[in-house]
């Protein structure tokens, strides 16, 4: 039971084998403590103003008063959240229809701004109208339609950096999983287990959560096909930042036509909150009825009725992409100047690899202190040698945002010798 506070991380917490449940969370609050006590505490920090590149925060360094900060915490890349058209739409469903839905989809929770969702969602990735299913978080688009999709007679082959809730959704199939965009990994386990399961699904995500690199999709899918598989592809990262159109990583690939099942989320791109899943018609109907999150929780709020307009503006106003992109290259030159591993990163998310968990904490402490809220990283989310800053552009982040945070990135560079 003697965990180093120095070097441990939340998963060391979470099941002490010599401790019940009780003992395990006093145990857990002693480390959370030492954490507040260090300045590691970058999680759950109140925030008092909207999303945005900048944010009011309180912090362990503002005296219970929030002050502000620029922020890269936020996947609300195109700012849409904010976006004043957006915001209006989402007045005028609560204005309509109040502020909840009152029922599961399958029961009387489905309203007509559900169904246009749906359909908005489907045409945005070319498919027909019965193609789409949403849920009220991408999270549990993922789990559930997992969960509803694949039993013991079947198997998941994942990428080993797949959501955690890819593999929450596998709790009732069999799972192997491959090395991180290893194909020579992914063909050797289709090899295995050829003929073995009724389904055989391989999935993966477009764009990964943490060092923002893409899938090569086109050599997956040409695999996967060559065994009988299936595909789905998670593009929660790679939604309104990649693709001609900004429909993402499958888009990049040109195979938004070719991918069985792709999934994503309305909380990042779309300023909102809610998940979405793309198949065939079929699927879509057997995930509708057999799906426990369609038939037992609450549809999404009126709100989300601001869904519709900003797959509109996806668009209508490309611009925000263009500017989003522009900032994405101008941070990853100067980022590369000072010499930081930033990976291979395509996307808006840029991992700043520090490698150690404690240096980490403390360049993240450092960073709030400069006045940039940041997010470190540990294990579990990566490897225990992998941990880094995790650091999510938007479009809205000005030159002047990037210039000063460069600049204190450049002085915890020096000053923790990284």
Known sequence: MGIDFNTATFKDFENIKELDAFERAKKFGE???????????????????????????????????????????????????????????ALQGISQYGTGSGASP????????????ERKIAGF??????????????????SATLLSLLKKEDIAIVDRAVHTSVYEGLKETNVKSFSHNNLDSLEHILKTVKNSYRTKLVIVDGVYSQDGDMAPLDRILEISKQYGAFIMVDDAHGIGVLGKTGRGAIEEFELLNEIDIISGTFSKTFGNIGGYVISSAEIINFIKFQSKQQIFS?????????????????????????????NISYFKKELLNLNFNIGTTVSAIIPIKIGDPYLTSEAGKMLLKAG????????????????????????????????KTLEALEYVKHKLQL
């Not at 399958?106 to 701004?113: A, T």
């Not at 609450?298 to 307009?309: H, L």
């Open 31 to 89: 480390f959370t403590d030492f954490m507040i006590q260090n300045g590691h505490m970058n999680y759950r920090l109140i925030a008092t103003s909207a999303s945005g590149p900048e944010m009011e925060i309180v912090t362990p360094f503002s005296h219970g008063k929030p002050e502000n900060y620029i922020s890269f915490v936020s996947n609300d890349y195109l700012n849409f959240s904010q976006h004043p058209k957006v915001k209006q739409a």
């Open 372 to 403: 940039i809220f940041t997010n470190p990283i540990l294990y579990p989310a990566v490897s225990r040698k992998d941990a880094r800053i995790r650091m999510s552009l938007m479009a809205t982040h000005t030159k002047e945002h990037l210039d």
């Open 125 to 142: 990735f070319g498919r027909d109208k019965n193609c789409s299913v949403i849920f009220t978080t991408g999270y549990t688009a993922n």
């Open 298 to 326: 609450a549809t999404s709020t009126p709100a989300s009725a601001g869904i519709i307009k900003a797959i509109e503006l996806i668009d209508e106003e490309p611009h925000w992409r263009s500017r989003l992109i522009e």
């Open 106 to 117: 399958l029961i009387g929770g489905h309203f007509n701004y559900h169904e246009e969702i």
